[in-house]
């Protein structure tokens, strides 16, 4: 008993020790958690201070950006006023199976025969003719080889898209002989028809269905709503338009200048479209009533020019607006929203009466959105329409009559496409030698057109060219064609044009521009 007696004093003895010590350790882990703590809550501190930060630099680069942005357009304008308005590009294709005489394919390309290749690519600039008769060079701004692809033609005609939508209206056509590929280029050559926006282009997709893809993701950069698109379709056949969108395609067309001195047909199918697919089926549409058949030199010759026409209806506060700095410039002009944090109450409720509220900041924030939207409405109905067009066009074949091998109708049809391309070259012409009457009356093409090939206007002439020998006098029309029309854009820098024609040997090297007709 007394021994137990003693373990119990001893340990009553020890417990004191023990909650002493227990006290401690909890005292210093809690001190240590506390420390802990302070330091978190001041990497949290500095955590916000940084995001702070990020956020401002973030503000900045978004800026900037926009900045950036207008001044790159700037400078895209300012180059292209440089290369000028009308730029000529070739493109030779390759030897095709028709280029052979009877169907005869083993003496294809052979020396001697027709088909052999006398068109040949030099480099990127320069396409030369080289016969027993003739060895000429034509040097224009690009030239592209047989096995160049689609893709590497709408590289270069991709920044006149720009100019389109800085408010410029832009043409681009494909010139050249029956069967030098202008469908190709302008169209394709594919039988694929989905133009899925979200697809990538089928590799064998031509200008029109690519410049309409770029056109679409040109305008989701701006402010939405702020451009919308129409498109109509025209042939230019016998002279006469008819429109491929109608259900009467036989029906007349007339010209007339609106008030905006803009040259339309009212008369014409115009429709809305939002994508490249609803574009595309339109085309589709219209090329079952296009004029096509078969001549001597292959199955589907065009026997009209046609013209896609989108028309870019823009209600932008400035042609350089972009998404960010549209939004910026929203929130800075006052969204009813005071302070630098744009957190204050609104001081405007229902029906204009001062109320006090608190708003969660999502509440804020979605109010701000929904009041910048109906801001950006106001303003994009508030803002001057401003219509831009690109045409796109494929012309019929420039030809000898005696080649395509026409009669009676066909031959009416080839008079009258020679006859409008013959305008055309004269239009040209006029531009170049700066004639105060440009004749763009002389043919319905050509007036179609006017607002496309004259004034600031942007011009790209793709020239088709064949390389076989059977075709050797078209071909050298349409190089002296495409040579002819680079003198418009040298306007200002006119004494330059020398080089590149001094390089053209030979009696036919004039490249004054004709007075009289171009083609045959
Ligand atoms: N660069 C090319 N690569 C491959 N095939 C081509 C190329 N250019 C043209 N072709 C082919 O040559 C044929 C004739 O081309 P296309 O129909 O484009 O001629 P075109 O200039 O439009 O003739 P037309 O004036 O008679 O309408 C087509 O089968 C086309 O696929
Ligand atoms: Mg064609």
Redesign the pocket.
């Known amino acids: 008993m007394k021994t137990e007696l003693g373990k119990m004093r001893s340990l009553a003895k020890e417990i004191p020790l023990q909650f002493a010590h227990c006290v401690k350790r909890a005292n210093s882990v809690m001190h240590h958690h506390q420390e802990a703590l302070e330091s978190h809550s001041s990497n949290v501190t500095v955590l916000a201070d940084q995001v702070a930060q990020l956020q401002q630099n973030l503000d900045d680069v978004t800026d900037k950006l926009g900045r950036e942005k207008k001044r790159r357009q700037e400078l895209h304008n300012l180059l292209m006023e440089l290369r000028g308005n009308i730029r000529v590009h070739g ?1 030779l ?2 030897l ?1 199976e ?1 280029d052979a005489d009877n169907q005869d394919m083993a003496s294809l390309g052979r020396p001697g025969t027709r088909s052999e290749v006398v068109v040949h690519f030099v480099d990127d600039e320069n396409i030369c003719v080289r016969t027993s008769k003739h060895n000429k060079v034509f040097e224009y701004e690009r030239v ?1 080889s ?1 096995t ?1 692809k689609q893709e590497s033609v709408f590289d270069e005609v991709q920044p006149m898209l720009t100019s389109l939508l800085d408010g410029y209206n832009v043409c681009i056509m ?1 010139y ?11 169209l394709g ?1 594919h039988r694929d028809e989905d133009y899925n926006p979200s697809h990538d282009p089928h590799p064998d997709e031509g200008v029109i269905p690519r410049a309409t893809r770029e056109l679409f993701r040109l305008i989701e950069e701006k402010p939405e709503g702020s451009h919308t698109i129409e498109v109509s379709i025209v042939e230019v056949y016998n002279n006469d338009i008819r429109d491929l969108l109608s259900r009467d395609p036989n029906a007349k067309h007339d010209l007339i200048t609106g008030g905006d001195g803009q040259l339309s047909i009212p008369t014409v199918t115009s429709k809305s479209v939002d994508n490249v697919y609803s574009v595309m089926t339109l085309v589709q549409y219209g090329l079952r009533t296009r004029r ?1 058949s078969a ?1 001597m ?7 009209s020019h046609l013209i896609v026409t989108l028309t870019v209806v823009s209600r932008a506060p400035s042609f350089f607006a972009t998404k960010s700095m549209s939004s910026a410039d929203l929130s800075s002009s006052g969204s009813g929203f005071g302070g630098a944090d744009g957190r204050q109450t609104p001081t405007l409720g229902k029906k204009g009466r001062a109320q006090s509220q608190t708003w969660t900041p999502d509440q804020l924030q979605g109010m701000q959105l929904s009041l910048q939207q109906q801001q950006q409405q106001q303003q994009q109905q508030q803002q001057p329409v401003i219509r831009t067009k690109l045409q796109l066009v ?6 000898c009559v005696g080649m395509s091998g026409v009669k009676g109708a066909a031959l009416r049809e080839a008079s009258f496409i020679n006859k409008s391309l013959s305008a055309l070259a004269d239009v040209l012409g006029a531009l170049a030698e700066h004639r105060t009457h440009v004749p763009y009356r002389n043919s319905r093409l050509t007036h179609f057109l006017q607002d496309s090939i004259g004034g600031d206007a942007k011009l790209l002439v793709l020239l ?1 060219v064949s390389p076989a020998q059977r075709y050797i006098s078209e071909s050298l029309q349409c190089l002296g064609f495409g040579q002819r029309a680079r003198q418009v854009q040298r306007g200002p820098t006119k004494r330059r044009l020398p080089s590149s024609v001094e390089k053209i040997s030979g009696p036919e090297s004039s490249i004054k521009p004709r007075t009289g007709s171009a083609s045959k």
């Open positions: 493109r294709r390759p095709m028709f592209y047989p160049e494909a050249g002989q029956t069967g030098s590929g202008k469908t190709h280029t302008m050559s096509e001549t030199v292959h199955e589907h010759s065009s026997r494929d012309l019929a074949g420039s030809e088709c």
